[in-house]
């Protein structure tokens, strides 16, 4: 059963607890390293990350040295840091490791410890892999019962509402994160893989979002926006989201309505165009802080002229917030009719869209 990072995240904290390993699988790009950073921040946890697949069997044990005509084993740095102080130890690609580092690993995830040194009771372990119900597409090895069965495994496929939780807190610019909110089939391919096509994925959008930031090409469409998509997301994608971009300027965004008041530029919306609209106010957290007067006044204005099932849910996303806005907002008039009364007549089905 595969379970999205919302699921993840409310789950994995009383596994870590009892010092249990814990394993994710998933595609590539899906943001299981993002994951793991966030579960460790969550803990107050340093993260030592090793990638298994760079690892030989003395960058797992150490290296041996004489000592009273016997022989010890050093740890690695970072296996004696994971020792000696509280870490989240992040083993990246296990299945892309050579087959003595996983058999070595296997007395980490069983005993928490390795060649006679424990790990600090408080370290966690998280691992990561492209393995499972995916792994035919992956250069991966297969991991066979005993050592899975050392591992608490999750097969991780992160629901779209994952990903702009994310980027909207500041990580995507507003652009790609509109662009994404409308046209959500090109944020990850999700059928087969043909041989050496380019295919978005979530990491791909995270790199190009960062490449176009970094080089201010958000702040105008040019063509080079489109040639670097090409590269980053590949054709589909690229060519949807620079003919999106090119329209921008004549979108209504929530500004428009909310601190604008540009109440004409909606006029000719049907209920997908509202509706969209208000997914956008919802991606960009325009009710997350209390609306002053003015921006209650607008809202209201736009909320009595939607259709209802888009008023609805404006009203439900405004429950999410503040309760000073949906109190200030049953407050409002327009044209000398309360915003209570339009949507106790909405609710008793009086209303006409």
Request: net charge negative; charged share 25%; aromatic share 8%.
């Amino acid at each position: 059963m595969q379970i999205d990072f919302t699921t993840f995240l409310s789950i994995v904290d009383p596994i870590l607890d009892s010092r249990l390993p814990v394993l994710i699988r998933g595609r590539h790009g899906v943001g299981k390293s993002e994951v793991v950073y966030q579960t460790a921040a969550r803990r107050e946890l340093p993260v030592v990350e090793r990638r298994a697949s760079q690892m030989t069997e003395g960058d797992l044990v150490g290296l041996p040295s004489l000592d009273d005509n016997r022989t010890t084993w050093n740890p690695p740095d970072w296996f004696k840091t994971a020792c000696e102080t509280p870490v989240c130890l992040f083993l990246d690609e296990v299945d892309r490791a050579v087959i003595e580092v996983r058999q070595g690993i296997f007395e980490l995830t069983d005993s928490r410890k390795l060649n006679g040194h424990s790990l600090h009771p408080d370290t966690v372990i998280i691992a990561a892999v492209n393995g499972g119900e995916h792994g035919s597409e992956y250069q991966v090895g297969e991991m066979d019962p005993a050592e899975l069965d050392r591992w608490t495994v999750f097969d991780i496929n992160p629901s779209v509402e994952d990903w702009m939780n994310w980027a909207k807190d500041g990580n995507i610019n507003d652009i790609v994160v509109d662009f994404i909110n409308q046209n959500r089939e090109h944020l990850e391919h999700k059928g087969t893989f043909e041989p050496n096509k380019k295919y978005p994925s979530r990491r791909s959008w995270k790199r190009f979002n960062d490449v176009l930031e970094n080089g201010a090409m958000l702040d105008e469409w040019t063509k080079d926006v489109r040639m670097l998509g090409l590269g980053f997301v590949g054709y589909e994608a690229a060519i949807s989201f620079s003919d999106f971009f090119e329209k921008y300027d004549r979108q209504v965004t929530p500004s428009d309505i909310l601190d604008a008041g540009k109440h004409d530029r909606v006029k000719d919306f049907g209920l997908v165009d509202h509706v969209a609209l208000i997914d956008k106010m919802d991606t960009m957290k325009s009710f997350a802080e209390v609306l002053t007067e003015e921006q209650m006044q607008n809202l209201a204005r736009y909320m009595v002229g939607c259709p209802s099932e888009a008023a609805m849910k404006l009203w439900g996303i405004m429950g999410q917030g503040p309760v000073e806005n949906t109190v200030g907002l049953h407050q409002c008039d327009v044209d000398g009719k309360s915003v209570s009364t339009f949507l106790s007549e909405m609710l008793t089905g009086k209303v006409e869209d």
